[in-house]
């Protein structure tokens, strides 16, 4: 005669191998979604003013992972599983780029150095030489066109406030309180051109030495000229050169953008504080 199974062994069994298909499931999943941000697309969201106006912040968008390789810095948290560099190409002049930062010095503690996600555009490649004259750029010995366009005015919004706009900025345009900055079209070799704004006259960012870009890195800025900390500036002040292993990835296109007035527990105004025109623009 068969022995007989007590009740509660029949009735625990299916509860586990329930939670055990639970756990496997999510960790597949989890497998899937590290692979895909690692080595296909990741989002990336603009925490500064350093790319304006092509890049506003709350602006959220996606960085596209193979253009230029592989290293450790592909992986989140910099996981050092990728030995170099695999599948390496250097990027193209003009494009925005995505980039783990230098290290900070030792006993520097200021949160803005240091290991953490920054984007600029690429505007030096390895060997070329970089020079700011007069708030122009000057690329190889040749001064770069640089074209005075419409000034470029941002409403003012929680995410971009009097602490982002001076004073004599701020305006006002259809009783709506604005900033305006100068804007210059540039025009790199090649025709790849793009935005930028020169809000004042800064000797330091205006007019630089001449730098030599060295083998295996690149200089990069950003298209605010005068509010950001990139590769004309050294550390902690500014980027300094930055070697190709630590780029991360090519932006690639806008999927969401927030003026910041939105509020975690009124789902309704995640709608109303949405940038809708921002959505799906490209680079």
């Known amino acids: 005669m068969p022995e007989s199974v007590p009740a509660s062994a029949t009735a625990s069994a299916p509860a586990r191998s329930e939670a055990s298909e639970t756990l496997r499931f999510l960790l597949k999943l989890a497998l899937v979604v590290l692979i895909f941000r690692s080595f296909i697309l990741a989002p990336f969201s603009i925490p500064s003013e350093s790319m304006l106006p092509r890049l506003l912040i709350g602006d959220y968008l996606f960085v596209s992972k193979w253009n230029y390789g592989y290293s450790r810095w592909s992986l989140p948290w910099g996981i050092p599983i990728i030995p170099g560099r695999i599948f390496g190409s250097v990027p193209a002049r003009g494009d925005v780029v995505v980039f783990r930062s230098p290290e900070a010095a030792p006993g520097d503690t200021d949160p803005a150095h240091g ?71 540039e025009t790199l070799p090649g025709g ?21 870009v060295p083998a295996g890195n690149v200089f990069l800025m950003g298209d605010n000229r005068d509010d950001s900390a990139d590769s004309r500036f050294a550390p902690p002040i500014g980027m300094g050169y930055i070697p190709l292993d630590r780029i991360e990835g090519r932006a ?32």
């Not at 793009?194 to 205006?206: C, H, K």
């Not at 690639?252 to 309704?268: I, N, R």
Request: charged share 25%; proline share 6%; with cysteine.
């Open 115 to 185: 290991d953490h996600d920054v984007i600029k555009r690429v505007i030096g490649l390895p060997g070329d030489t970089v020079q700011m004259v007069g708030g122009q750029l000057v690329l190889n010995g040749k001064p770069i066109p640089k074209q005075r366009i419409a000034d470029f005015t941002l409403p003012l919004s929680p995410n971009f406030d009097t602490r982002h706009c001076d004073t004599q900025f701020q305006d006002v345009l259809n009783g709506q309180p604005i900033c305006r900055y100068r804007r210059y079209r």
């Open 192 to 212: 790849r051109t793009y935005s930028v704004l020169d809000q004042r006259d800064i000797p330091e960012a205006d007019d630089t030495g001449t730098y030599t």
């Open 252 to 283: 690639m296109v806008g999927f969401f953008s927030t003026d910041g007035s939105a509020e975690w527990l009124k789902p309704w105004t995640w709608v109303s504080a949405a940038r809708w025109n921002r959505i799906g623009e490209g680079f």
